[in-house]
């Protein structure tokens, strides 16, 4: 389609080309000159008060040889006949006013060449086009409904537009805040006309993008229609519509928005894709280079960009498009299961976008900790089959273990599983020789169950196929500073503050022995071991046993004096402890105190006693031993309950008589479980370690006399 302004245009004759005049009359007289008959006509545009290019009129008549005959300054001032001589001449026509930026004014030129013949009337038809290049700004409903108020569009010369200096008004611009239209003059040699876009979308994020037209010419028309797509929710895109003067209209369609947006082709990026085989296609829109294009699922990451990853492909598909195809080598590397493939996107602007897709693929799927409980002792073995009816049978075997098979349940959803649990053992009797009689117990069942830090075989026949895998479970947390080389110095006990950071001890300025730091006891592990000596306090006229437990102590004056041990400190399970392993070296001799009725009489050999228990308490176990009778002991072997809360489970060890040898022992205690179903406990308190020269030191039922070395205290898992 031709775009004439013919609703601007000055008709100075009536049909294109020269013809005869039937009428003599309107030819020379002298037959040496002929008539140009000219008239003016416009569209009525005086009541409307728009801009009338009319109003802003010059004709120009030249001859041959480029002299200038006429010139007519207003279209009242042109004659309808003007008689010349007979040869060639040129009429030249403009309407309007030059400016190099505006919303109204503009400027039309047109010019035609004719030959006037002797005696005959030459009709010339001339139509003036616009010279500005126009552009024109839409925006769809869709912007007004997701956009807040306030967006506007700039329009400049050149490929960016400078902001400051176009609200400065240094550089010619438009800044459009509205629909409309406005004309531009772009400078002599620039070809380009740039663009931006700026908005807040409703919900905060601001908008912001800008690009340039190319190849621009002077009177060709660009409708820029900005709208919200429906098909990239969150992203604006521009259709731009430009015309070519002279030529058939045509339409260029881009998108853009403030990050690179990536469309899925033929499926739904948000849905699980159950993938077989075939190709998966993503396509990138972009309005600046990309910079980085990375393809991630699990742990691996590949260069899209850079990278000859086999089964992932990039190739443009225009200016502003890239195709991303992962295709059946790609996902040959990927595990069975939900993986969840990652696109990273970054442009040159600084824009970037990251989305995902979860893709299901079948197979034996990786355990990973997503799939076990190590406080639960439980793993879940799963198989992605897409056939209905799939059996599965499982296997699960600790490492050189014997395999513990179990046939496989259906989920419903591509899923065929089966939940391996831990057996437990109930025990109603002690297995060590103090007490006689305990309550009754549970212990984790060996061979069943999975803990921390082990490693697995397990695997799974589908039909006549056997998959396999090996998995090794996270670690368990170790016990805090179980290896007791943190000490304040040579004299105390480890810990600091006030009140201690896990480890305390009964030390005071009467009995500085009672938990001191040793470097010379053979067997210990690292440098440091605890030294745990029982004393005579003279002052209080009471045995101090050597101690050594986890909580605080406080020295006590008025209504007794004596200590008070807060047993009880924080600690973060992430697995279920089997047992606790540790070392010692004891020497036990005989009771030669026994103030408050303890349950060993003066003259028979002492105990010496560690145990450590899994708790959940709100407060701190506070314990009373002195001058006056002790308040508030307690003991895990024979209550299931503290004052605050449950006793979980425990280990505890009675030392009868001293260590044979010179060196530390290891031994490794069982954890006897009150309560084997319950969450890991995540109270205020839930660590209690005792380790005390005398086993009922509460009582001040001891022999003062007794050495006790402890190190190395580990969870065994």
């Known amino acids: 389609m031709k775009r004439y302004i013919s609703y601007f245009a000055v008709l100075l004759a009536v049909l294109l080309g020269a013809a005869c005049s039937k009428d003599d009359s309107a030819a020379g007289s002298d037959n040496r000159t002929g008539v140009m008959a000219m008239t003016v006509s416009t569209r009525q545009t005086a009541d409307t008060g728009e801009y009338d290019p009319l109003q802003h009129q010059t004709v120009y008549i030249y001859n041959d040889e480029g002299g200038l005959l006429r010139k007519y300054t207003s279209k009242e001032a042109c004659p309808e006949r003007l008689e010349l001589l007979a040869g060639t001449y040129r009429v030249a026509v403009e309407a309007g006013e030059e400016a ?14 004719f030959t006037v013949k002797p005696g005959e009337t030459t009709n010339v038809a001339v139509v003036y086009q616009i010279v ?124 853009f928005s403030p990050d690179p947006a990536v469309i899925s082709e033929g499926f739904d990026i948000a849905e699980i894709q159950k993938y077989v085989s075939g190709e998966k296609k993503y396509r990138i829109l972009a309005f600046s280079e990309l910079t980085r294009f990375t393809v991630s699922v699990g742990d691996k990451s590949y260069d899209a960009l850079n990278g000859t990853t ?58 990973t900790a997503d799939d076990y409980d190590l406080w639960a002792n439980t793993v879940t073995l799963r198989v992605v089959s897409f056939t209905p009816g799939t059996t ?29 649990a831990p057996q437990w053992e109930e025990k109603t009797t002690a297995d060590w020789s103090t ?128 200590g008070n041990v807060s047993f009880g400190k924080k600690f973060a399970y992430n697995a279920r402890p089997r047992a606790v392993r540790f070392k ?62 449950p006793i979980i489970g425990y280990a505890s060890k009675f030392i009868e008589e001293t260590t044979q040898g010179d060196e530390m022992v290891e031994v490794i205690l069982p954890i006897n479980y009150y309560q084997d179903t319950a969450a890991a406990p995540d109270g205020k308190y839930n660590i209690v370690v005792s380790c005390s020269t005398s086993a009922y030191g509460d009582y001040m039922d001891a022999c003062t006399t007794n050495v006790m070395y402890v190190d190395d205290f580990e969870w065994v898992y």
């Open 100 to 113: 190099p930026a505006d919303f109204t004014k503009r400027l039309y030129k047109g010019e035609e060449t």
């Open 584 to 645: 010692y070296h004891a020497t036990i001799g005989e009771v030669n105190y026994n103030l408050h009725g303890g349950k060993i009489p003066v003259g028979e050999m002492d105990k010496a006693r560690i145990f450590v228990c899994i708790v959940d308490w709100t407060a701190q176990q506070k314990v009373f031993a002195g001058t006056k009778a002790p308040t508030g002991t307690w003991d895990p072997e024979t209550q299931t309950e503290a004052a605050n809360g």
């Open 310 to 367: 086999e089964g992932i492909s990039l190739e443009p598909v225009d200016k502003y498009n890239v195709r991303l195809t992962l295709s059946d080598a790609f996902f040959a590397s990927c595990q069975a299961g939900d993986q969840k493939v990652t696109l990273r996107i970054e442009d040159a602007n600084g824009g970037s976008s990251e989305v995902a897709t979860t893709y299901r693929l079948e197979g034996l799927v990786p355990v």
């Open 132 to 255: 500005n290049t126009v552009v024109e700004v839409k925006f769809d409903d869709s912007i007004l409904q997701n956009l807040a108020p306030g967006y506007s569009v700039w329009i400049a010369g050149g490929e960016k537009v400078d902001e400051q200096a176009s609200e400065a008004g240094s550089v010619p611009a438009l800044r459009f805040t509205a629909e409309g239209t406005g004309y531009y003059t772009l400078p002599a040699g620039m070809t380009s006309l740039a663009w931006l876009f700026r908005g807040t979308h409703v919900e905060g994020k601001n908008v912001e993008m800008e690009d340039y037209i190319p190849n621009v010419k002077a009177g060709g028309k660009y409708t820029l229609t900005f709208k919200y797509s429906p098909d990239l929710p969150g992203y604006i895109d521009c259709v731009l519509i430009s015309v070519d003067p002279g030529t058939d209209d045509k339409d260029d369609e881009i998108i």
């Open 392 to 420: 599965v049978q499982f296997g699960l075997r600790s490492s050189g273990g014997e395999w513990q098979p179990m046939a496989g349940t259906p989920q419903g959803d591509d899923f065929i599983t089966a939940t391996y």
């Open 435 to 562: 007490p006689a009689t305990v309550l009754p117990y549970s212990r984790l069942k060996k061979g069943t169950g999975i803990s921390a830090g082990n490693t697995y075989d397990y695997k799974a026949t589908v039909g006549s196929k056997e998959l396999s895998g090996r998995f090794t479970a996270d670690e368990g947390a170790p016990m805090t500073d179980g290896s007791l080389e943190s000490w304040r110095s040579a004299q105390q006990f480890p810990g600091s503050g006030t009140n201690y950071t896990f480890w305390g001890s009964g030390y005071n300025p009467f009995a500085k022995e009672l938990c001191t730091r040793d470097e010379a006891m053979p067997g210990r592990v690292g440098t440091y071991c605890a030294k745990l000596s029982a004393t005579y306090n003279t002052l209080a006229k009471v045995p101090a046993p050597g101690n050594l437990f986890t909580g605080d102590f406080a020295i006590q004056v008025l209504g007794g004096m004596g």
